[in-house]
């Protein structure tokens, strides 16, 4: 089985700290994703990775950063956080597409639930 | 443009009875790919099925069945015998070739009540 861990479950920080999010995954997957999932917002996705140093923006990538230094590992960045950036945190990945579109399943992990006070 | 609506927020109830999660789609495409996935409590999202445009054929797997017509544009989800442990947020999503992201629908909160 496919395992994407995600460092914290549950991370308090406060305004104006440089907060680092680590995600790990284990079989090998080109793609990464970092989304965040608020109430009544759905998920939302903050920025991707389709190769190693490679990175794209999602829909809302204001105030975040992201790096891939090795394959197996993607890491989402707060360079000055805020409290609008209350908010769990997913990681996941999966394989290449089949042509265009990331069209092969997303794996998961446990999330992050951040507070920034 | 590419959308995925989930019309029923939340859905609750009695165990063992059956519960029909819909989802509609759109998409100029004729190549995309629909998914479905899963939230329990816990959080984590877990993938559930993967189904490309050009398969109509429905899908059983042990108490869930998928409805894919693509007549209505839809992609239901059958949980037939409810349980306790089906209650979760359950999310319908696409891909399609002229966007490199999912489009995620908003979710439908499933209760099962004992």
């Known amino acids: 089985d496919v395992k994407v861990t995600q460092s914290s479950r549950y991370l308090v920080k406060r305004t104006g700290e440089k907060v680092f999010l680590e995600c790990v995954q284990d079989?090998?997957?080109?793609?990464m994703f970092w989304y965040r999932q608020d109430p009544g917002l759905g998920l939302r996705l903050i920025y991707f990775?389709?190769?190693?140093?490679?990175?794209e923006k999602g829909d809302i990538p204001e105030g975040y950063s992201v790096s891939r230094e090795k394959k197996e590992r993607f890491s989402l960045i707060l360079e000055s956080a805020s409290t609008n950036q209350t908010s769990m945190y997913l990681c996941?990945?999966?394989?290449?597409?089949?042509?265009?579109?990331?069209?092969?399943?997303?794996?998961f992990g446990d999330g992050t639930r951040l507070s920034i006070l | 443009a590419q959308k995925v609506t989930q019309a029923q927020t939340e859905i609750s109830v009695v165990e063992k009875e059956d519960v029909t999660l819909d989802c509609v789609y759109e998409?100029?495409?004729?190549?995309?790919?629909l998914f479905w996935y899963k939230q329990p409590p816990s959080g984590e999202l877990v993938f559930l099925i993967r189904?490309?445009?050009?398969d109509e054929q429905n899908e059983i797997s042990g108490r869930y069945s998928w409805n894919f017509q693509k007549s209505t544009s839809s992609f239901n989800f059958t949980i037939t015998a409810s349980q306790v442990v089906d209650s979760a947020v359950y999310f319908c999503?696409?891909?399609?070739?002229?966007?490199?992201?999912?489009?995620w629908g908003a979710g439908t909160k499933l209760i099962i009540k004992p």
């Open positions: 996941a990945s999966s394989p290449p597409g089949v042509g265009t579109g990331f069209n092969q399943p997303q794996h």
């Open positions: 079989m090998d997957h080109e793609n």
């Open positions: 990775s389709y190769d190693v140093k490679m990175k």
């Open positions: 998409t100029r495409d004729t190549t995309y790919y």
């Open positions: 189904r490309n445009s050009f």
């Open positions: 999503a696409l891909s399609d070739g002229s966007n490199y992201q999912l489009i």
